[in-house]
T-cell receptor, first 116, second 111 residues
Framework: DGGITQSPKYLFRKEGQNVTLSCEQN?????MYWYRQDPGQGLRLIYY???????QKGDIAEGYSVSREKKESFPLTVTSAQKNPTAFYLC???????????????FGQGTRLTVV | SQKIEQNSEALNIQEGKTATLTCNYT??????LQWYRQDPGRGPVFLLL?????KEKRKERLKVTFDTTLKQSLFHITASQPADSATYLC??????????FGTGTRLQVFP
């Protein structure tokens, strides 16, 4: 069953703690993305990766870190430096632009992070 | 500055009418423009994609237009149904594989 999986669905953490959100895909996609969504808002790009062992900052990368050691996995760490981490986090994957076919993005179910 | 703008006010229309949503962007040169649907608490779902050299794309009751001179895309849902009620997001795919989204427009179709 192909798709993209985020875990956990809900996550609670104390202020000042780092937390890592998981994102796994078995779609053989090259590109992967992390977005943050606040209530009533659109998606803001945190980081994206076009290929293994390489990633680029999005528009709101401060306070976040990522790694891309495997094609299938793109974990996001929310560090204590992120001032307002409570949000809905979405991971997505797609084929790279230079591949044949359309480049639609597939999204996971999201992780709702609450920092108390 | 670079912006993707969608109408932040909700669009309320009667069942059976055509819904038209607007996406405007500035200071981008997208390779593709995409439209997604998002239901509350869920991830967005892809609907349609249009390339920079295409003017119009259709899929069932959906139609997208793309004007790179005006830097605008219009998204139409014909014969709208209450089940079409959701938030609709436009997204730009840039040459670097960077995928960026607008703020979304909430559509409400009432019987």
């Amino acid at each position: 069953d192909g798709g993209i999986t985020q875990s956990p669905k809900y996550l609670f953490r104390k202020e000042g703690q780092n937390v890592t959100l998981s994102c796994e895909q078995n779609l053989n996609h090259d590109a992967m993305y992390w977005y943050r969504q606040d209530p009533g808002q659109g998606l803001r790009l945190i980081y994206y990766s076009q290929i293994v062992n390489d990633f680029q900052k999005g528009d709101i990368a401060e306070g976040y870190s990522v790694s891309r050691e495997k094609k299938e996995s793109f974990p996001l760490t929310v560090t204590s430096a992120q001032k307002n981490p409570t949000a809905f986090y979405l991971c997505a994957s797609s084929t790279a632009r230079d591949r044949v076919g359309d480049t639609e993005a597939f999204f996971g179910q999201g992780t709702r992070l609450t920092v108390v | 500055s670079q912006k993707i703008e969608q109408n932040s006010e909700a669009l309320n229309i009667q069942e059976g009418k055509t819904a038209t949503l607007t996406c405007n962007y500035t200071n981008y040169s997208p390779a593709y423009l995409q439209w997604y649907r998002q239901d509350p608490g869920r991830g967005p779902v892809f609907l349609l994609l249009i390339r920079e050299n295409e003017k119009e794309k259709r899929k069932e009751r959906l139609k997208v237009t793309f004007d790179t001179t005006l830097k605008q895309s219009l998204f139409h849902i014909t014969a709208s149904q209450p089940a079409d009620s959701a938030t609709y997001l436009c997204a730009l795919l840039l040459d670097t594989d960077k995928l960026i989204f607008g703020t979304g427009t909430r559509l409400q179709v009432f019987p």
